[in-house]
């Protein structure tokens, strides 16, 4: 008895995978998507931001900061996506994205415990402009990678101008190069593509301001990102 629903078993089991497998290397649902020159759709991700401090030659001199550090911040995108190909391997794409994010740092001070923490909490309208380069279709699925430029506005900057008095200011306005890598599953109706990200800043953030000893100490503030996006596209 244990032999022949065994046998059985292993049958159906056998028929099951060849099935599925038939089934999927047979219906491409990326030939749907494949004839059309151009899609949409949206984009949801969680970032993890921060800046890359360096320190000016008056760090060393100074006797009221003897350390500063970045601490990373949470925070998440909403976005739109526009897709043009661009041949079979190549799509230019543009994504409108608002950004919330969160970037800390930290001075130490002599005869303190704890540090003193300077938040910027931002709202970033953010363009990105990226060049995605795919590899071939297997079974519904495609590898790429991705590279590009991104411009970023913060919104929130000038309520948080009017409280930073006591510490240092940001610029609203951040240029950054971004790359990154994910994966395409097509579905009959719509493309989910999750998609890791790092984008790091081209030019100083840091409004410097005599007249504040937490700015003097540092030279230049970059900002970065890793983010983890998913896309729904179609």
Known sequence: MFVVHRKKIITALLLFVVTFSFAQSSNYNYLDFQQKPYYFGITLGINRSDYRVFRSNDFIGNDSIYRVQSVK???????????????????????????FSERNLQYSVPKTIAPRERKVGSVMVELPFQVRFK?????????????????SFDVANESR?????????????????EVGAGVQFFF????FSPEIKYSHGLGNVLLHNESLNQSTVLDKVVSRAFTLSFHFEG
């Open 73 to 99: 911040g949470p925070g998440f995108n909403l976005g739109i996506v526009t897709n043009l190909k661009i041949g079979d391997y190549f799509d230019f794409r543009l994504l409108p994205t608002l950004s």
């Open 188 to 191: 009959p109706f719509f493309i």
């Open 161 to 177: 101008t009017r409280q930073a008095d006591e510490i240092l200011k940001i610029s609203p306005t951040d240029f950054a190069i």
């Open 135 to 151: 590899s071939a279709p297997y079974h519904d699925k495609r590898a790429f990678i991705i590279s590009g430029v991104k411009y």
